[in-house]
C-alpha cells in the first residue's frame, strides 16, 4: 500500500461523500422535489475515487462523465452544495440551474461535465486530449462510460481515433452489471471488453471495482504511461449499481436478494474500511469522524437547496454562447 494516512483519510472521504450523497438523493427524489431524471451511482464510488486521485486539480487534466455523474464530479472536486442546488433547479445551482443532475459540470477544474447522451463524453475527452497534445500541456484526458455506451458507435470511433492519433486518453469502461435493464454479460459481443480494446491497438487491464486500491494501482500505472507518452489506455472496471437505472427504476431484471448480498458481503466503503482498520494504518475514530462530517455536509446541502430561490427569469437566455 503506497498511500499515506492523509492520502487514505481523503479517499475515504471522497468516497463517503459520494454515497451519502446519493443515498439521500435517492430518498430526496421520493418527495417529489426534484425536477427530471435522477440516475445515482451508489456501488461505484472506489471507481472514481481510485481514478480521479491520479489527475492535476484545474484545468490541464479532463473528465468526461456519463448521466450518472454525481460520483466522478464529487471525486473531481464540484462544490457540493453547488451540486445540490443544481439537482434541485435552484439559484446558485453549479450550471445555474440549467443543467440539472444530468449536466454537472465545472470546466474550471477540468470536469467537463456529465452527459444525457450515451457514450457522448467519449469524443469530448478525444477532444480534450487532441488540445492537451497539440499545446504540449501534458493533461490527460479521462472518459468514463458504461456497458451500453461501450456498443455504442461514436464510443468505439473515439477509441479508434485516439489510437490513430495517439492521444493522451484513458478509457474508463464502468460495467455495473446493467445497460438500463440489459445484463452486460449477455450484451458485450465477444465476452472481453479488454480484448475489444486490444483489437484498437490500445492496451487495457480489468479491475474489481469493489476494492479501492486494485482500481487506485491500475489507475496510477495506466495514466503515467500516457503521461509519459504511452498512448491511449483501456480500464475494465467491474462491479454494481445498487439503485435502478433511474430513480424509479422497479428494477424487476434483477436476480432477487442481488443488491442486498452485494451491499452486506461487497460493499467497497466496507472492504475499504475493514483493509485500512485490519492493518492498523487508520483508527475507527477518524474514519468515523469522516461519516459524520460528511452527513452534516449533506444535510446542509440539501436543506441550502431547498430554500433556495428558483432563478431569475431574466438568466434564460444567458450561457448560451461562449466566445472564445
Known sequence: ???DQEQLLDAYRCMRTIRMFEDRLHDEFATGQIPGF???YAGEEASAAG???HLHADE???VASTHRGHGHSIAVGCDV???MKEIYGRKGGLCNAKGGSMHIADVSIGMLGANGIVGGGTSLSCGAALTAKVKKTGGVAVSFFGDGAFNQGMTLEAMNFARVYDLPVLFVLEDNGYAESTASSWSIGGGDPVQRAAGFGIRGEKVDGRDFFAVTHAAGEAIKAIRDGGGPRFIHIDFLRYYGHFEGDATTYRPKNEVRDERKYLDPLN?????V???EILSEDALNRIDDEVASLIDEA???AREAPAPDLSTLTTDVYVSY
Do not use: N, S
Not at 472492504?271 to 483493509?275: D, G, K, V, Y
Open 51 to 53: 481514478v480521479i486521485r
Open 277 to 279: 482498520l485490519q492493518g
Open 302 to 304: 440539501v436543506d441550502e
Open 81 to 83: 452544495k453547488a451540486m
Open 60 to 62: 490541464t487534466d479532463t
Open 1 to 3: 500500500m503506497d498511500l
Open 271 to 275: 472492504l475499504f474500511r475493514a483493509r
Open 38 to 40: 435522477v440516475h445515482l
